[in-house]
């Protein structure tokens, strides 16, 4: 990615960088891959990002949005995407989430459990509306990803097991303000291997097959979640995800009754690479055994390395001296406030501008106030 470094010298750090540019090519590579196969539908997961003017940008796209929280619902509607394209899903929505997705009028209740149908129900009935909803069914499929990011096993909170389906489709068959339209899965997150989708695919495939034999039942809509990775490794040589293959594994894997319409949950692969932490050396420290860039950016700026031991590229934007080897961390007081450990970075001094890269996706979205500091800034490229 070229940064625009001499614009960066009069921004204070540490703040998110967006190249709009890239984040639009993403989203129409996403679009027209999609477009390919009849009744394909992306929502954007908001949860990745959810920065004002990206959402705008992301509704011009046409996608529509994936919620997990009343405020996700609102910032949804406020960036303009609208309510038929807004999909609701969470393990505990309260009273006042499903009112405000009721009275906004969403496309569809991610449902994953029998007492959040009965709450859905009441809060219908008082409205005298139909809330239309999925079931989200737990596939019981691992992903080859991070144990904090699989949900899709049994053993995780999401979902409904295949033992349950039964009892809850029955539950919602007798309920007058709900209709069943469809059914949700989502297996986890930085998945790179279609493998996985392959095998969530056959899950889809079975349970179809079950509860059209069983019940005669055969459902609109098919959501599949999200999940799809990116490159942390390089961003430069992989800026946009290979969408063309990851459509095609669904299109050429599920097996959908005539009209059938499919949908996407997408969050990292969409906003990941063009989101840039820029933070500053505030200092070089040369210990015994080892030699720390401290930086001015932390863990509650960029999470994921401390929560997940996630990867994310460092660059120093300023040195283009042989590189040295660095533990490259951050101000916070607590020793997991370490970006990367034994890095070769660019020889450093205090003051480089630094580039934490392919942070736009649960970056900015999961930064935190901790040790009262400040939350980062975003700055899109079309502002410099
Ligand atoms: N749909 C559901 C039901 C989800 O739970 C998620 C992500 C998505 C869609 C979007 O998944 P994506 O396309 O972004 O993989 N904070 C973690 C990732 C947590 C993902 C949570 N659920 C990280 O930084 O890696």
């Given at each position: 990615?070229?940064?625009?470094?001499?614009?960066?010298?009069?921004?204070?750090?540490?703040?998110?960088?967006?190249?709009?540019?890239?984040?639009?090519?993403?989203?129409?590579?996403?679009?027209?891959?999609?477009?390919?196969?009849?009744?394909?539908?992306?929502?954007?997961?908001?949860?990745?990002?959810?920065?004002?003017?990206?959402?705008?940008?992301?509704?011009?796209?046409?996608?529509?949005?994936?919620?997990?929280?009343?405020?996700?619902?609102?910032?949804?509607?406020?960036?303009?995407?609208?309510?038929?394209?807004?999909?609701?899903?969470?393990?505990?929505?309260?009273?006042?989430?499903?009112?405000?997705?009721?009275?906004?009028?969403?496309?569809?209740?991610?449902?994953?459990?029998?007492?959040?149908?009965?709450?859905?129900?009441?809060?219908?009935?008082?409205?005298?509306?139909?809330?239309?909803?999925?079931?989200?069914?737990?596939?019981?499929?691992?992903?080859?990803?991070?144990?904090?990011?699989t949900t899709g096993l049994a053993?995780?909170?999401?979902?409904?097991?295949?033992?349950?389906?039964?009892?809850?489709?029955?539950?919602?068959?007798?309920?007058?303000?709900?209709?069943?339209?469809?059914?949700?899965?989502?297996?986890?997150?930085?998945?790179?291997?279609?493998?996985?989708?392959?095998?969530?695919?056959?899950?889809?495939?079975?349970?179809?097959?079950?509860?059209?034999?069983?019940?005669?039942?055969?459902?609109?809509?098919?959501?599949?979640?999200?999940?799809?990775?990116?490159?942390?490794?390089?961003?430069?040589?992989?800026?946009?995800?290979?969408?063309?293959?990851?459509?095609?594994?669904?299109?050429?894997?599920?097996?959908?009754?005539?009209?059938?319409?499919?949908?996407?949950?997408?969050?990292?692969?969409?906003?990941?690479?063009?989101?840039?932490?820029?933070?500053?050396?505030?200092?070089?420290?040369?210990?015994?055994?080892?030699?720390?860039?401290?930086?001015?950016?932390?863990?509650?700026?960029?999470?994921?390395?401390?929560?997940?031991?996630?990867?994310?590229?460092?660059?120093?934007?300023?040195?283009?001296?042989?590189?040295?080897?660095?533990?490259?961390?951050?101000?916070?007081?607590?020793?997991?406030?370490?970006?990367?450990?034994?890095?070769?970075?660019?020889?450093?001094?205090?003051?480089?501008?630094?580039?934490?890269?392919?942070?736009?996706?649960?970056?900015?979205?999961?930064?935190?106030?901790?040790?009262?500091?400040?939350?980062?800034?975003?700055?899109?490229?079309?502002e410099l």
């Amino acid at each position: 990615m070229n940064f625009p470094v001499d614009a960066f010298a009069g921004i204070e750090t540490p703040f998110y960088y967006y190249d709009v540019a890239l984040l639009e090519r993403t989203l129409a590579a996403a679009q027209r891959e999609a477009a390919r196969y009849d009744g394909f539908h992306v929502h954007y997961a908001i949860k990745a990002n959810f920065n004002p003017r990206l959402l705008k940008i992301v509704a011009q796209s046409g996608m529509g949005a994936d919620c997990v929280s009343g405020g996700e619902v609102r910032a949804a509607m406020d960036a303009g995407i609208p309510a038929a394209k807004v999909v609701f899903a969470g393990v505990g929505k309260t009273d006042k989430e499903i009112a405000l997705a009721l009275d906004a009028g969403i496309f569809c209740f991610n449902v994953e459990s029998v007492p959040e149908i009965e709450a859905i129900e009441e809060l219908a009935a008082q409205r005298g509306v139909v809330a239309r909803v999925a079931v989200r069914i737990n596939p019981n499929v691992g992903a080859h990803t991070h144990a904090n990011i699989t949900t899709g096993l049994a053993e995780n909170k999401f979902g409904i097991n295949y033992e349950q389906i039964d009892e809850v489709i029955d539950v919602i068959e007798a309920k007058s303000h709900i209709e069943l339209t469809g059914l949700h899965f989502h297996i986890g997150s930085q998945i790179l291997v279609m493998d996985d989708f392959i095998a969530l695919c056959g899950r889809i495939n079975e349970l179809q097959e079950l509860l059209h034999d069983t019940r005669g039942l055969v459902l609109p809509h098919i959501n599949v979640g999200g999940g799809l990775g990116i490159r942390y490794d390089a961003p430069d040589k992989y800026p946009i995800p290979d969408f063309e293959l990851y459509f095609a594994t669904y299109a050429n894997n599920l097996k959908l009754h005539p009209g059938q319409q499919v949908h996407f949950e997408l969050g990292r692969s969409i906003v990941a690479q063009c989101g840039t932490l820029i933070a500053r050396a505030t200092y070089v420290k040369r210990g015994t055994c080892k030699q720390f860039i401290i930086l001015d950016a932390g863990m509650n700026d960029l999470v994921r390395p401390a929560l997940y031991d996630a990867y994310h590229r460092i660059e120093n934007l300023t040195s283009k001296k042989p590189d040295g080897v660095y533990d490259v961390v951050g101000p916070v007081c607590e020793s997991s406030d370490v970006f990367c450990k034994d890095r070769r970075i660019p020889e450093t001094a205090r003051g480089d501008i630094m580039a934490i890269r392919s942070a736009g996706a649960y970056g900015e979205a999961m930064a935190f106030g901790y040790n009262c500091r400040e939350i980062p800034k975003a700055v899109l490229s079309t502002e410099l």
